[in-house]
Structures are given as structure tokens and as C-alpha cells.
């Protein structure tokens, strides 16, 4: 699902990828749903299309891409300042 503002890769996604650099406070719709940005998002990278509580997995192309090192808010800034990697 893809907007001009940021792609979902797979329906099972828990983040989404900024298509260019959004601000706090941008909404960007994704399909039916319309989401409020908690942080600036560089483009490409990546934000929480849903709260994901530490622990959780993150989920990115229908795959587990990482662990939650800390809570994340829907609209959060999602990087590896957050991420816990689960490869080697």
C-alpha cells in the first residue's frame, strides 16, 4: 500500500517507509487510515504504523527485521537507536 508520503511493503507490516522527509505533525494516509507523525522521518527510513511495545518484533516486508529495544508510539521514529538487530 503506498501513498506519495511512505509505502507499506506487506499487510502484515508494522512500519512503513517514508517515500521523502516528513515532519512531527504531518498526517500521512496509507489506504483507508491516516496517521499522525510523531517525529521527523529522513526519507527512507522508517515509522511505527502502530504502537509496538518493547520486546515486540518489528515487522518489515511481512518479516520480523528486529526486536523493539523500547517502547514505540504509531508515528514514531523507528532506527536502530530503537531496533535491537536479530541477525548473527
Not at 512503513?16 to 521527523?40: F, I, N, P, Y
Amino acid at each position: 500500500m503506498a501513498s506519495r508520503d511512505a509505502l507499506k511493503i506487506s499487510e502484515k507490516d508494522s512500519v512503513a517507509v517514508a517515500l521523502r522527509a516528513l515532519k512531527k505533525g504531518d498526517c500521512v494516509a496509507l489506504g483507508s487510515s491516516v496517521l499522525k507523525l510523531m517525529d521527523d522521518i529522513p526519507m527512507y527510513h522508517k515509522f511505527a504504523l502502530t504502537d509496538i511495545r518493547r520486546g515486540e518484533k518489528v515487522i518489515k516486508y511481512g518479516e520480523s527485521i528486529g526486536e523493539a529495544s523500547e517502547n514505540i508510539s504509531a508515528g514514531g521514529y523507528v532506527h536502530i537507536h530503537n531496533v535491537k538487530s536479530l541477525r548473527g
